[in-house]
């Protein structure tokens, strides 16, 4: 953020990123205490890690064509699915290597994103949604009923550990690089592309869908490649998610999964990358701090049993979401959009 | 260059709001379309930039061409590629985007950016004041403000064609004054117009032709100078009598009813 009465005097200037000195060496130093966090961090950290680099790559992906598009998904989990079995797939049955199957599980679950893309162009709210919960129940029922050799029914996959030059990727750590290299090449395109010229597309749809017609945009196409980019992203980590899990079931990507994505997305922040990343941390770490003090209190508080409990757990966590719509309805970035305003015009009031 | 040959117009299939409109607009000219609430003057720019459809509606007769090629029922934006771009009526910012954003959205199809600057600087060059706003976020513009943007949004596409739809609708006398001297200084530059306005007197001031609608049909058409002396026009749309006095609108309206009917 340039101080106050620092203007970008050019579109290019206006265009940067990283825009001073400060934020370049914070982002250096937050990537180098990413990359360096298997040396200090215990190998619980490092697991909760692999899952938010997961999540992350997810939910930016739905960022894209929800936040900046304006397209309401609630498919992400089917797309993400549709991405795990093919990586498992092809991984199982070709032996495939990794550098291969995530691409391709994120262009198989591109396609399929595609697909509902399409209905998007003609319908719009909540007949939207409607149509991406079908995605759901689509990918539920081919996987459970199509011949158990195409998908393995509801047996699921096994997935073979990824290999690199001979080298097995399968411990924690490995796997954390693993998903690290790819969540960082990911938002790293996000970051491009809603900057380009087709992020600034996916805004103008969203918030005006005749007006970016009569500015040139093709908003049938805009839209349809707004679900393509996020089933990618969606595709990418479900084949990430296989690799670490090693194993693919339907029922690890349920309509469940999908509002999870949508309600990281809202506590981040709508239409922003950063926003996205931040409601990934935030409902994982609320996650993982019931898995944690569940069973605590489960053991210390025997009367009231184990089911009570965890579902006590749950409860919490959706009210936690419920607090934010409530009080911060535009997610935690928007509060940091102000804070970052009022110190550019500091002292100033407004 | 811009021809509609006979066109009709419907809604749902069953509202024919246009019923064979014919107008031709001139290289370099800037056409003015006058006509009542309800005359079918914003279907009409809607017909030819295609954003009917996004209302359920459709040219159903007749033929749109620009610069001899057939547009008619074309997407919006193919339109827009062949060089027309339509400012819509009420000021349809994006209101969650800065100034300069809106601006740089406005040249969706220029993958340069030193292009893209080219065209920012002669957008700021003809409306400082949008360069004084350009980091502010559009929704928080005035009136008047927004209505700049959008036709600096519209220069950006570098169009053969403006159609603009009521720029001055709601906005105050020295606002409507920014707006036209704006259009006039691209008209200057050679821009082409079809205007639609209420206010007929900024419109004649700024027109070399004029037409007139009611009903969805044009009942009146001829040079701007010669409309703004007919008698008829100067009653109906500049409120002013053969005497030279000014009428109240209850009478205008009175007649111009009464004037229908028997007509």
């Not at chain 1, 000195?21 to 205490?33: I, R, V």
Request: charged share 15%; net charge positive.
């Amino acid at each position: 953020m340039d101080p106050s009465g620092v203007f970008s005097v050019s579109y290019r200037q206006d265009r940067k990123l990283v825009r001073t000195k400060w934020q370049a060496l914070f982002l250096l130093g937050f990537m180098a205490l990413l990359y360096l966090a298997p040396f200090y961090a215990s190998p619980r950290i490092v697991a909760i890690g692999n899952i938010m680099l997961i999540s992350a790559v997810v939910a930016v992906g739905l960022q894209i064509c929800t936040g900046y598009a304006g397209q309401i998904n609630l498919g992400q989990a089917a797309f993400m699915g549709v991405g795990a079995y093919t990586a498992g797939l092809l991984a199982q049955k070709y032996q495939m290597s990794f550098l291969l199957t995530i691409p391709l599980s994120g262009l198989s679950a591109a396609a399929f994103g595609f697909l509902f893309g399409l209905t998007a162009a003609r319908i719009k709210g909540f007949y939207l949604a409607l149509t991406t919960i079908a995605a759901q129940f689509i990918f539920h029922f081919a996987v459970l009923n199509l011949p158990s050799s195409w998908m393995g029914g509801s047996n699921g996959v096994t997935v073979p550990a990824a290999t690199l030059f001979g080298l097995k990727i399968s411990s924690t750590n490995g796997l954390f690089y693993l998903n690290l290299v790819f969540a960082t090449i990911m938002i790293a395109g996000a970051f491009g592309i809603v900057r380009s010229r087709f992020g600034r597309a996916f805004v103008a749809v969203r918030d005006d869908d005749v007006a970016a017609g009569i500015m040139g945009i093709n908003v049938a196409r805009t839209k349809a490649t707004a679900f393509l980019i996020g089933a990618f992203y969606a595709g990418v980590g479900g084949a990430l998610w296989a690799y670490m899990i090693r194993f693919v079931g339907v029922d690890q990507f349920t309509l469940f999964n999908s509002i999870f994505f949508i309600a990281m997305i809202i506590v981040g922040g709508m239409g922003s990358i950063t926003g996205a990343l931040i409601g990934v941390f935030i409902i994982r770490m609320i996650q993982e701090v019931i898995a944690t003090v569940g069973p605590n209190i489960a053991e210390a508080v025997p009367f009231l049993g184990g089911d009570i409990v965890f579902a006590s757990m749950n409860m919490f966590l959706g009210g936690v979401i419920a607090m934010f719509m409530i009080l911060e309805p535009r997610g935690l970035m928007h509060r940091w959009n102000i804070i970052k305003s009022s110190y550019r015009i500091w002292p100033f009031p407004y | 260059m811009l021809e509609l040959n006979n066109v009709e117009a419907t809604y749902s299939d069953v509202i024919l709001a246009l019923k064979g409109v014919s107008i031709t607009v001139e290289q370099g000219q800037c056409v003015a379309l006058l006509g009542a609430n309800g005359a079918g003057k914003s279907t009409t720019l809607k017909s030819i930039s295609g954003t009917i459809h996004s209302e359920d509606g459709a040219v159903t007769g007749g033929s749109v061409t620009l610069d001899g090629q057939p547009i008619t029922n074309m997407e919006t934006s193919e339109v827009v590629r062949c060089g027309l771009i339509h400012v819509m009526e009420g000021r349809r910012v994006l209101r969650h985007m800065t100034v300069e954003q809106n601006l740089v959205v406005g040249g969706h199809m220029v993958r340069n950016g030193n292009e893209m600057q080219k065209r920012l600087e002669h957008v700021y060059s003809l409306m400082p004041r949008l360069k004084d706003l350009s980091e502010r976020t559009a929704g928080f513009l005035s009136g008047g403000e927004q209505q700049l943007l959008l036709i600096g949004r519209a220069v950006m596409a570098a169009p053969k064609l403006i159609i603009i739809d009521e720029p001055s609708l709601g906005l105050a006398p020295l606002m409507i004054k920014d707006v036209f001297d704006v259009l006039q200084r691209l008209k200057d530059e050679g821009t082409t117009f079809l205007l639609v306005e209420q206010n007929s007197a900024a419109a004649f001031g700024i027109a070399d032709y004029a037409y007139v609608m009611e009903n969805g049909r044009i009942v009146l058409d001829g040079p701007a100078d010669k409309m703004a002396q007919n008698e008829d026009v100067k009653e109906f749309y500049l409120g002013i009598t053969s005497e030279g006095d000014r009428k109240s609108y209850r009478d205008v309206k009175h007649y111009r009813r009464r004037k229908r009917w028997l007509g």
